[in-house]
C-alpha cells in the first residue's frame, strides 16, 4: 500500500497482474475500481506514491484544437502511450510524453500524417524491430482483408478493435506467436503450403 487517494480517501496499492504491473484503488463493492498501469521505469518495489498519483490522474487533458475545437488527452494504453482527439488516436514515442506535451505540440503531431505520408500496400504502417523468437524484423502493413503484422515468413492479422498506433512491440510479437500456434510451424518457419489436387484429364 502507497497511501490514500486525497479526493476518496481510498488506499492506493500497487499490484502485479496479468498485463504487468499496476496501481489501482481499494474501492471494496465496486466492480471496476480505478487503475493505472505501470510506466516501463517503474517498478512495483519502487514506485513512489507521487508517481501512482499522477498515474491515477490520467487522462491527462492538453488542451483544446484550436481548428476543431476538440479536447486532446494524453493517455497510457494497453499497447503503449497515445493522443487522443476525438475518435482519432496518435501514438507517442515514450510514456514521460504523457506528462511533458505541450498543446502545440499535440497539435504538431496531429498536423502529420497519420502513418507517416502516403504509402503503398508493400510500405510499412509501422515497424516493431526484431520479434525475439524468429529474429525477424516485424511490422505492420495493409492488404485486402486489412492490418496485419509480418515478419516476413508469417502473416497475422490485427484485430480490428487495436488501432495500429496503440500496438505495442510484444502485442505484435504475441500475434505472430498465436497465429505460428495454429499454423503448427516454429519461428522462421514457413507454413507448409498444401497442394491442390491435379486436374484428371478427360
Request: hydrophobic fraction near 30%; charged fraction near 30%; proline fraction near 8%.
Given at each position: ?68 475545437g476538440t479536447e486532446i488527452t494524453a493517455q497510457n494504453g494497453k499497447f503503449g502511450p497515445y ?53 525477424m524484423p516485424v511490422v505492420a502493413k495493409t492488404g485486402q482483408f486489412g492490418n ?55
Amino acid at each position: 500500500m502507497l497511501g490514500q487517494e486525497p479526493e476518496t480517501g481510498l488506499d492506493i496499492i500497487v499490484k502485479d497482474g496479468r498485463y504487468g504491473p499496476y496501481i489501482t484503488l481499494v474501492d471494496e463493492g465496486n466492480p471496476k475500481p480505478k487503475t493505472a498501469s505501470l510506466f516501463k521505469t517503474m517498478s512495483v518495489d519502487t514506485v513512489s506514491y507521487e508517481e501512482a498519483l499522477k498515474l491515477l490522474s490520467l487522462p491527462r487533458t492538453i488542451g483544446v484544437d484550436p481548428e476543431t475545437g476538440t479536447e486532446i488527452t494524453a493517455q497510457n494504453g494497453k499497447f503503449g502511450p497515445y493522443l487522443k482527439r476525438g475518435t482519432d488516436s496518435r501514438s507517442l514515442g515514450s510514456e514521460e510524453q504523457i506528462f511533458e506535451l505541450s498543446l502545440d505540440e499535440a497539435i504538431e503531431i496531429y498536423k502529420q500524417p497519420k502513418y507517416g505520408g502516403r504509402r503503398t500496400a508493400a510500405t510499412p504502417l509501422k515497424e516493431f524491430g526484431d520479434d525475439p523468437a524468429s529474429g525477424m524484423p516485424v511490422v505492420a502493413k495493409t492488404g485486402q482483408f486489412g492490418n496485419y503484422v509480418t515478419d516476413g515468413v508469417i502473416n497475422a492479422t490485427i484485430p480490428k478493435d487495436e488501432p495500429i498506433e496503440e500496438i505495442a512491440n510484444d502485442r505484435a510479437y504475441e500475434l505472430l506467436a498465436i497465429r505460428r500456434e495454429k499454423l503448427g510451424v516454429e519461428p522462421g518457419e514457413a507454413p507448409k503450403t498444401q497442394k491442390k489436387p491435379a486436374r484428371k484429364k478427360r
